[in-house]
């Protein structure tokens, strides 16, 4: 475990990374999958060093799980209720795994430390999904993308952290103009509405939907799309940053 | 201090707390000043008990300073900046304060305590000031309302915390329709709309903003004010909970 390597991090705070990436007209969530019995997957998280800002710490765990630097990420809230321990899980560990290295592999010190409650500052990132090449920590058995009306059971209140940075992706997404890193760089105005209309879950007017963006005044607009049928070729777009 | 009286908090996270009030179109902040040579003002804050959730936490250095029990309140942002940490005011209270008990009720341990690196959960609270008694805590020489642009300079990087929670407020005030907890319970749509302009710091079309303010369908209207000028008489309203 990251602990164990002698460095320093806050005591009963951690980091939860809600992942976002754009696929299909799919909204996803990028969530690994222990390396133990059971089937036990959650939330990409990690640590606070004593040396290194919370937003630097979701930095580090973020790059860790997609390979990438630059990534738009957004603190979106603390989870913070009494009952928030790992107490639970590591029982249910302990009692599956026995006789595997993953249980062996905690001592005394280590569970107490791991087992207490849990404070967690909760990130979400949204990054183009084309990008990505997820990266399993030491501890995973796989790591994939599920839609986010597919994810399977998460531990602790994971799936609830998921519900609420959907929740502020929606709220932050007209006001922050942060839509358009989940798609590529290049993109057309029907990209974009199906993306809109992915996240809403909700349809939106073609006309006026074109309207609104454009008057964001934030989109150049590119050469048409070459599609073979001149005359009903889309114009391509870039988001202006 | 709190954390001398042997109860248990969770290290190096702490909260604090913009006590938000309205009146006379200024919309206000309450702030006390510290009982200590040396003009220290600072945002009314707090540790979390192991023993009670983060909101709990909120709850209670809230009610302690306004005497309300049921307070609209809001988790907007956490501050986990790596020099986030209280020495430097302590170095300046220690040497403006030898000779006053202030500082020598520090003992090591508790100075070891409370001047490492901090992250600290940023809450907002919207009260109908009338009905706030500000309460000093043992360490307070008094507790002030302020308007939010004369705001006394306040330690560490409290003046920002105060611009953040601003910030969340006007997102959310649209959204989430809490400005109303900032008025009296019965109201006028001009009280309204000062309230608002007040906030955002800029000017409404009245018509426009009247019309907004019913589609929302939130507001029961009442009788109309009783002002002497029978035709000019405005109605009042109260927010439908």
Redesign the interface.
Known sequence: MQFLNGQDY????SIDCVIFGYQKKQLKVLVPKLALKGDFSSLPGGF?L???????AARRILQARTGLKDIYLE?F??F???GRNNMPFFEQIVGLNQEQQGAESFNRKELEWITR?F?S?GYYALVDIHQVVPQKSEIDQSIEWYTINELPSLIMDHNQIVANALQSLR?SLD?KLIGFTLLPEIFTMKDLQELYETIYDKPFARNNFQKKMLELDVLDRLEKKFTGAANKAPYLYRFRK
């Open positions: 806050i005591q009963q705070v606070i004593q040396n290194e800002s919370i937003d630097q603190q809230r603390v913070g209720d009494l409650r404070i500052i709220l006001q």
